[in-house]
């Protein structure tokens, strides 16, 4: 079935710097989304990006879907502490609404 | 605002004892789900369910029973609670379709004893 994998799995980051999490898929999806879950709380939905080659932004966080529309990407600029937590991403494994998610990306920011 | 709202947030029970993870969704979504969160294992999908007293099997739905006699509220069971079924339960809700975004419950921790 289809699989969807993150990396890397953990990333420590000084305060300040950039960083960027993958998504990759073993299938074409019809779009990808991205989920936060900060320390001790629950995934929230960041964005869903639909088209291939798809780039949005929010804030410092700029997303990314690849031409294939088989792996995306979530790149932070300067990051700072309110960035700590969880990185999903997830792509649809049914046209019911059931999501394959990955493993997720940890973050860590030191000061 | 809406919400996805599960009853408990720790739960301690006893190995053997039947446990009941209660869930409710005021959005008026079709799909619900039952995650299972574990560190370094991400979100794995225990039961999901499309319409009123409709299942589907997930990854892991070996130890789990669910129930949905209405349309808002999504029970898990775990009808003799083990020691590796100690983790973080999480709920969820969606409407019907392949681009809908799943609305989080605050989870339940829950130690099986």
């Known amino acids: 079935g289809q699989q969807v994998m993150q990396i890397p799995q953990y990333q420590h980051v000084q305060e300040g710097e950039d960083f960027t999490t993958y998504c990759n898929s073993s299938t074409t999806l019809s779009n990808i989304q991205w989920y936060k879950q900060r320390p001790g709380g629950h995934p929230v939905f960041l964005i869903q990006l639909v088209k291939s080659g798809e780039v949005k932004k929010q804030k410092r966080l700029t997303f990314q879907f690849g031409e294939a529309k088989k792996n995306s990407s979530l790149h932070i600029t300067a990051t700072q502490t309110t960035d700590v937590g969880t990185y999903f991403c997830?792509?649809?494994?049914?046209?019911?609404?059931?999501?394959?998610f990955g493993a997720g990306t940890q973050v860590v920011v030191t000061p | 605002d809406v919400k996805v709202t599960q009853s408990s947030r720790y739960l301690v029970k006893r190995t053997g004892e039947k446990v009941f993870l209660e869930c409710v969704q005021d959005?008026?979504?079709?799909?619900m789900f039952w995650y299972r969160q574990d560190p370094g294992l991400g979100l794995r999908l225990i039961y999901f369910?499309?319409?009123?007293?409709?299942?589907e099997k997930g990854d892991i739905p070996e130890g789990y029973s669910v129930s949905r006699e209405k349309k808002e509220r999504f029970s898990l069971i775990l009808e003799s609670a083990s020691t590796n079924q100690t983790s973080m339960y999480l709920c969820a809700s969606s409407r019907q379709g392949r681009n809908e975004k799943l609305f989080f419950g605050s989870g339940t921790q829950l130690s099986v004893l």
């Open positions: 997830a792509g649809p494994a049914d046209s019911w609404g059931k999501l394959q």
């Open positions: 959005m008026d979504h079709e799909n």
């Open positions: 369910s499309y319409d009123v007293k409709m299942k």
